[in-house]
């Protein structure tokens, strides 16, 4: 369990830096950056996210989920607020376009993960 968190936070690490590389409104200094902006994420998820969720969940049913990457950028952006100047996202704008390409990433770095583990 322990392992799958580590292996969560260092993918969702390079999808952060992958993000970096191609919005210039997105700077993160590194890849030390990333991975606490990593972790700052994942309590922030464990945490906030749940709490959004069930505020806004009227307009999530409305929008099916698709009001669940607004939530995304929000928690991104209290994240990027935590962290100051080594990680900035430049408008809201920006955060939400990230979100939506780092749950990708997420998405495809952790089946690619599962499935290499699997195969074992």
Known sequence: MLLRWFISILLNAVALIAVAQLFDGFHIEGFGTALLASVI????????????????????????????????AITLMITQGIMDKSFVIEGFGTAFIAAVIISILNLLLNRLVRDTVTER
Do not use: H, R
Request: net charge positive; no cysteine.
């Open 41 to 72: 994420l994942a309590v922030l998820n464990v945490i906030v996210k749940p709490i959004l969720i069930v505020l806004t969940l009227p307009i999530t049913v409305v929008t099916l989920g698709l009001f669940l990457f607004v939530i995304n």
